[in-house]
């Protein structure tokens, strides 16, 4: 499992009969935090019909237990494996030969080998990747949703702006439809409002595949090209639109301004765009699901 990234698990009985316990009452959303500790966050599911992907039929909980293991550790897993051991191995020195399953321990070798290898290393590498860190925390900004979608368009304009440094990394969005389509995402520093026509005033960050259609929200995949670093107290404005020029964007009425805020970040309600590229926009309609950061602590800084 890559730091950071949500995975989605569907668990069922293969014949559609029922037999899996879950709490039924809660106060919690899907979506919600239900249990987290240092290594893996559960969030809160759906309980789901005996049709296969019949659809979400209420909020409820998994109930059970995640067993893991922790890679780049000298902890050995205390979970039961029939896979090679995690435990590491008596050893004075490091082997020469690599090792096609390689222990967390180095094995017994003698001479002691001098050349560095190539091989995946337990120590933490000084060279920094795309995923965060403990140093980096993740953050999430959900807007409500009273259900009232009484709009499916074809793209949103609006802003957000942060109250401190983060990095925006990914976002859920509510789709209409359980088509595939390419959904494009354009940034600018500066309010939306100030270019809404103007293409070159705009940076296209990427594209990449969604489908929808269901009760929730879509995880976009947090793709490599979404990586934001945000100024505070600075406005972006944020464009999404399918790349075919279609409809499919679920956003309710609104009467304007701040739409949510946390302790981080604010989305103010944007507009409805048209059909054609940078084409136009009509009424006031918020962006509507989830967008996800990164928190870099003061004594971190995030370069």
């Known amino acids: 499992a890559v730091p950071g990234q949500k995975y989605g698990i569907y668990i069922r009985v293969e014949d559609g009969s029922s037999g899996i316990l879950t709490a039924g009452s809660t106060k919690l959303r899907v979506g919600d935090v239900l249990e987290a500790n240092d290594h893996v966050v559960v969030y809160?599911?759906?309980?789901?019909?005996?049709?296969?992907?019949?659809?979400?039929?209420?909020?409820?909980?998994?109930?059970?237990?995640?067993?893991?293991?922790l890679l780049g550790t000298f902890a050995p897993s205390k979970a039961t494996s029939h896979t090679p051991s995690m435990t590491p191995t008596a050893s004075n020195f490091p082997s020469k030969v690599p090792s096609q399953n390689p222990s967390l321990m180095p094995t017994k070798s003698s001479?002691?080998?001098?050349?560095?290898?190539?091989?995946?290393?337990?120590?933490?590498?000084?060279?920094?990747?795309?995923?965060?860190?403990?140093?980096h925390m993740n953050g999430q900004l959900e807007t409500r949703s009273d259900g009232n979608f009484k709009y499916i368009t074809c793209g949103l304009m609006f802003d957000i702006e942060s109250k401190r440094k983060i990095r925006l990394v990914d976002l859920n969005i509510n789709l209409a439809y359980p088509e595939t389509k390419k959904l494009q995402m354009w940034i600018r520093k500066g309010s939306w409002k100030e270019a809404p026509k103007d293409k070159t005033k705009w940076t296209l960050l990427g594209t990449t595949a969604v489908s929808g259609g269901g009760w929730c929200c879509t995880n976009i995949g947090r793709p490599h090209w979404l990586q934001v670093d945000m100024e505070p107290g600075q406005k972006y404005g944020i464009y999404l639109r399918f790349e075919d020029s279609s409809s499919g964007i679920r956003t309710p009425p609104s009467g304007g301004g701040i739409y949510a805020q946390n302790d981080d970040l604010i989305l103010y309600v944007g507009s409805r765009s048209g059909k054609y590229l940078f084409g136009g926009y009509s009424g006031k309609s918020p962006f509507q699901g989830s967008l996800i950061y990164w928190l870099f602590p003061k004594r971190f800084p995030s370069s």
């Open 44 to 69: 809160m599911g759906c309980r789901f019909s005996p049709t296969r992907f019949g659809g979400c039929r209420g909020v409820a909980p998994f109930q059970g237990s995640l067993l893991y293991w």
């Open 111 to 135: 001479p002691p080998s001098m050349t560095l290898s190539h091989d995946p290393s337990i120590y933490p590498s000084d060279v920094p990747t795309g995923y965060p860190t403990p140093d």
